[in-house]
């Protein structure tokens, strides 16, 4: 059972590059989420969606856009990289009711990206 | 949501048990008590959630005290593999929430360090 996973686990970046981060999971989670963590701090929300076509702002969303066109992938983009965006992204998911032995959210093990 | 309030460190010898507080006083009375964990680098852990009962499962007891103002994890025989971030979480239930997406923010936790 593989849960949530991230591609790519690295990155090194160019500043003005872009990238895409997929993130995938396989329990068929109705949300999910995208959290950057930067070194000594908790994750903070970039953007979520919460079905299939529908995504919404985090507190953090600014440099980023996201899409989920398939309900098991929620894709993370950066346009043009700055080194602000140098943090470790992670990738979550949560069904969309409580029940069953199973609650709140699966995370994925983390994308670590640097921006030089 | 409602504010937590956690230590930022703690220390527990191995195979005692560790207690980590949290205080959430402007909790209201449809929100949950979640705690996850954050061992180096890697995603987040569910570990267990409550309303106002305490909570025990395989990997912790969760004491919620009777005005729900604060509570305590507990990990009942600590062993080296469980030092890692703890954060304590006051959030809507999904099942309530489920427009929103029942977004979880993360604080800065506190730093658990099982020591032999």
């Known amino acids: 059972n593989a849960g949530v996973t991230q591609t790519p686990k690295f990155r090194v970046l160019k500043t003005g590059q872009s990238m895409t981060l997929l993130c995938a999971q396989d329990?068929?989670?109705?949300?999910m989420y995208w959290y950057r963590q930067d070194p000594g701090m908790g994750l903070r929300l970039i953007h979520y969606s919460v079905g299939e076509g529908t995504t919404a702002k985090g507190e953090v969303p600014d440099g980023y856009n996201v899409s989920r066109l398939k309900k098991q992938n929620f894709l993370l983009g950066l346009e043009s990289a700055a080194p602000s965006q140098t943090s470790v992204y992670f990738c979550?998911?949560?069904?969309?009711?409580?029940?069953?032995?199973?609650?709140?959210?699966?995370f994925g093990s983390g994308t670590r990206l640097t921006v030089v | 949501d409602a504010k937590t309030t956690q230590p930022p460190s703690m220390d527990c010898a191995e195979g005692r048990a560790a207690n980590l507080p949290c205080n959430h006083s402007t909790i209201s009375g449809n929100e949950y008590v979640y705690w996850y964990r954050q061992i180096h680098s890697q995603g987040p852990q569910y570990i267990i959630h409550g309303l106002k009962n305490n909570e025990t499962n395989e990997m912790a007891s969760l004491i919620i005290t009777e005005d729900r103002k604060s509570s305590t994890l507990i990990l009942p025989h600590a062993t080296l593999r469980d030092t890692a971030v703890y954060y304590c979480i006051v959030r809507v239930n999904l099942r309530i929430a489920e427009t929103s997406g029942s977004r979880l923010t993360f604080g800065e936790g506190t730093q658990l360090t099982v020591n032999p």
């Open positions: 329990m068929n989670h109705e949300y």
């Open positions: 979550a998911s949560s069904p969309l009711r409580t029940g069953g032995p199973v609650y709140g959210y699966t």
